[in-house]
């Protein structure tokens, strides 16, 4: 038996919206699962990745610990436009990099899985959805999404494509305001139809 390609799904919306949420719940219904935070953790650890950031930014971004402190680096970019373009331009491609390769040794795997997800928050703004077979975009009021997540949501959202726009441009889309359980439910079917 010929074993496919997994097909390629990224999840992607706004601060707080349940992206993560909707992740786990993708995991939970047979899909492989990454998302980008995860492969930023990673990347911060790299040698080459925190010497560039040390360069450009200065001693104070690395911890007691010699690791990146990740408080400090996002304090630092997002009162500094140019310093968080430059930031993006640095871990975007080598995030892109990581979650292709991620696919390609599943691919190879002897039962491959059929569906594979990847939490994409900055996919369209970047570019990203060329990359994936499928697009879901999770959604939630400004309200809802503001009180599920202490990130300053409409300074780090001004630059981001509209909600309504990721909607338009997906193939699935959910308006999570409902329970863990709703949500689950939307996955569910979505599973049904990627992987029947």
Known sequence: MTSEKPLAVAITGGIGAGKSEALAAFARHGAAT???????????????????IVSK?????????????????????FNDHDALLWLEGLLHPLVSA???????????????????????????EVGGETRFDKVVAITAPQKL????????????????????EKVRRADYAYVNTGSLEDLDAFVVSVMRELAP
């Open 34 to 52: 990454v998302s980008s935070d995860e492969i930023v953790h990673h990347l911060l650890r790299r040698d080459d990745v925190k010497s560039e």
């Open 98 to 124: 990581e979650y292709l390769q991620w696919r390609e040794d599943l691919a190879k795997l002897p039962n491959p899985p059929r569906v594979t997800v990847t939490e994409v928050p900055l996919l369209y």
């Open 57 to 77: 930014l200065g001693n104070g971004m690395v911890g007691l610990d010699g690791e990146i402190d990740r408080g400090a680096l996002g304090t630092a970019v």
């Open 145 to 164: 999404r503001r009180a599920r997540s202490d990130a300053a949501v409409e300074e780090r959202e001004s630059r981001l494509l509209p909600e309504a």
